[in-house]
T-cell receptor, first 115, second 112 residues
Framework: AQSVTQLDSQVPVFEEAPVELRCNYS??????LFWYVQYPNQGLQLLLK??????LVKGINGFEAEFNKSQTSFHLRKPSVHISDTAEYFC?????????????FGTGTSLTVIP | KAGVTQTPRYLIKTRGQQVTLSCSPI?????VSWYQQTPGQGLQFLFE???????NKGNFPGRFSGRQFSNSRSEMNVSTLELGDSALYLC???????????FGPGTRLLVL
């Protein structure tokens, strides 16, 4: 089974500063990688995903992530954050099984943007 | 396309009662997964249904059960509620063998 580690449970950052949210996963076998965002009292919204191809993936709201196979990482970045980016961010990995894709989620990183 | 819908959005129950939550997937999606989200445990996988069959199951007691109907709508049932069952229950749908799950807004359950 996969495990997903989000190294930082809380990340405070000033408005307009850059941010990186870290994610590592356990297995180097073929996987799909995702970042989701959760705003208060809402479900999870897909930010971006890596399936194959270019290792740099661009998503919504100016976020991007880079897949690094050798380090089994998929860190999320944004060059300049806004107050509205304050939310919980989840990294997820999907591994193929003989009954479909099994999803594994990290424990989340709470991003707080300080004015 | 309409997104994943979950009903009810909020629910208050007392210990020992049972509860049924409903999830309607995105049109055309045949797989529905359920997750429990709590502040201490994060997202924990409950089970996944595809074509009315449970394909995968997480590590939860038998009090948690589910089913899927022929129109892909899914229900989740929790019997003999405990205080620790208070959580946000999220439903996600995906296409067959799809790589992406799309989430509903969740049902927030409070057990008193």
């Amino acid at each position: 089974a996969q495990s997903v580690t989000q190294l930082d449970s809380q990340v405070p950052v000033f408005e307009e500063a850059p941010v990186e949210l870290r994610c590592n996963y356990s297995s180097s076998v073929s996987v799909y990688l995702f970042w989701y965002v959760q705003y208060p009292n809402q479900g999870l919204q897909l930010l971006l995903k890596y399936l194959s191809g270019s290792t740099l993936v661009k998503g919504i709201n100016g976020f991007e992530a880079e897949f690094n196979k050798s380090q089994t990482s998929f860190h999320l970045r944004k060059p300049s954050v806004h107050i509205s980016d304050t939310a919980e961010y989840f990294c997820a990995v999907s591994s193929p099984t003989n009954t479909g894709n099994q999803f594994y989620f990290g424990t989340g990183t709470s991003l707080t943007v300080i004015p | 396309k309409a997104g994943v819908t979950q009903t009810p959005r909020y629910l208050i129950k007392t210990r020992g009662q049972q509860v049924t939550l409903s999830c309607s997937p995105i049109s055309g999606h045949r797989s529905v997964s359920w997750y429990q989200q709590t502040p201490g445990q994060g997202l924990q996988f409950l089970f996944e249904y595809f074509s009315e069959t449970q394909r995968n199951k997480g590590n939860f007691p038998g009090r948690f059960s589910g089913r899927q109907f022929s129109n892909s709508r899914s229900e989740m049932n929790v019997s003999t509620l405990e205080l620790g069952d208070s959580a946000l229950y999220l439903c996600a749908s995906s296409l067959w063998a799809s790589e992406t799950q799309y989430f509903g807004p969740g049902t927030r359950l409070l057990v008193l």
